[in-house]
């Protein structure tokens, strides 16, 4: 079952889960095609945003800066798009609500500001426990100029592994010529029984972040409409592995200065004790 956010600024549609015992809307991210907010054109045709501005409804700008474009350039849905390298290489992002276990497809427009160097526009995208996926755009090779943007669909996927998820749109490209997005809309795909057939179960997890051991215990799963939860563990994604790596480490640490400590000390006192003894004897003698 698939439910998506909308188009341009239309959002959200009301859909069953798939045992939630009732009725959920995804509405998805706000403001999708950037039309709002509050724009200040300086004369150039766009409004540059730095780290921190709330001019942009939704968007959080989290590293450099972009350009929120108006008349520079026709957009792809609406009136405004985005070029994420603003004086320098930027990134936003922004968060909203998702359930644990279903499957989220972000599909965007993507183009690359003409007006200069370099030709080919780089960007990485990702979600709050995905991968980051990296993206590029050729001005050059798709002829595009400031009339012109040919824009391109792209697209991105993401497992839920939390009730709230941060999307984010980061420039790889130095300079002030970046890529370009618009249209961000994000669908909604509800797994079901039959989806854990032919090897599905592998890349799910239930609505608790656990994985399954093997088919049957993914439709065991759904046949309970949840009681049954996965048997294999909670989903190891990149940000918990560094955790637990980070606390694994910790631990090793800890423990080397303990025993080094403790083997140093034990040391030291059978040497003290040895010198003392030695002492003892060394008195009886001199005083005979």
């Not at 015992?21 to 999708?32: E, Q």
């Not at 409804?57 to 957009?75: E, F, R």
């Not at 998702?98 to 160097?117: K, R």
């Amino acid at each position: 079952m698939k439910r998506r956010s909308g188009l341009g600024v239309a959002l959200g549609v009301v859909a069953s889960l798939a045992f939630a015992g009732g009725t959920m809307a995804f509405t998805g991210p706000t403001n999708p095609s950037f039309e709002l907010g509050t724009y200040v054109d300086g004369g150039s045709g766009f409004e540059q945003l730095n780290v921190g501005d709330t001019s942009l409804d939704g968007w959080t700008v989290d590293s450099g800066s972009v350009d929120w474009i108006d008349t520079y350039w026709p957009a792809a849905d609406g009136s405004k798009s985005i070029d994420l390298s603003g004086a320098e290489a930027g990134a936003i992002s922004q968060t909203f609500d998702t359930t644990i276990g279903n499957t989220y497809t972000v599909t965007f427009a993507l183009s690359g500001n003409p007006a200069g160097d370099p030709a080919v526009k780089t960007l990485d995208v990702s979600a709050t426990g995905g991968s980051v996926s990296s993206y590029s755009y050729d001005v050059t090779a798709l002829g595009n100029d400031l009339t012109n943007m040919n824009w391109t669909s792209a697209s991105y996927t993401f497992l839920a592994t939390s009730a709230t998820t941060t999307l984010s749109f980061v420039s790889t490209t130095d300079g002030v010529f970046g890529p370009a997005i618009d249209n961000v809309v994000v669908s909604e795909s509800v797994p079901v029984k039959d989806d854990c057939k032919n090897g599905g179960w592998q890349s799910m997890i239930d609505n608790a972040g656990n994985t399954f051991k093997n088919q049957g215990d993914c439709v065991s799963y759904f046949a309970t409409k949840g009681k049954n939860l996965g048997a294999g563990g909670p989903l190891v994604t990149a940000a918990n592995a560094a955790t637990d790596a980070a606390a694994t480490s910790t631990k090793h640490a800890t423990k080397h200065v303990t025993t080094s400590s403790e083997k140093h000390s034990t040391k030291h006192a059978a040497k003290l004790k040895a010198t003392t003894k030695s002492h003892g004897h060394g008195g009886s003698k001199h005083s005979k």
